[in-house]
């Protein structure tokens, strides 16, 4: 199973920045999708973002659409999360995810998973 590992998450102020950045040690396909989703205590995980590996086609939740960039280094294998603006809304787990078929916006279509990192908004 494909080894997900993220980093860059943080403590940052309300209108602050940070980069979230996820490596995997496995050959990812063009046909993969790599995405972000994040966990809030006591809510549901939910999808934030995903990119096409191949073409880099992105996707985006309503709630970041605007102010959360993905994108992905195939030569590196790695996937980050740019996050500008950020909200109190944002603090979260997040986590990234690899889905070997395609596209999807819920996280049981995901097969892989990293274990994720806090990201808290605070003023």
């Known amino acids: 199973q494909a080894q997900l590992v993220e980093s860059g998450g943080g403590l940052v102020q309300p209108g602050g920045s940070l980069r979230l950045s996820c490596a995997t040690n496995r050959r990812i396909y063009s046909s993969h999708v790599m995405g972000w989703f994040r966990q809030a205590p006591g809510k549901e995980r939910e999808f934030v973002a995903a990119?096409?590996?191949?073409?880099?086609?992105?996707y985006y939740a309503n709630a970041v659409k605007g102010r959360f960039t993905i994108s992905r280094s195939t030569a590196q294998s790695t996937v980050d999360l740019q996050m500008n603006n950020l909200k109190l809304e944002d603090t979260a787990v997040y986590y990234c995810a690899l889905n070997l078929h395609g596209l999807a916006t819920t996280a049981n279509e995901y097969d892989s998973w990293g274990q994720g990192t806090q990201v808290t908004v605070a003023s």
């Open positions: 990119i096409r590996w191949g073409v880099g086609n992105t």
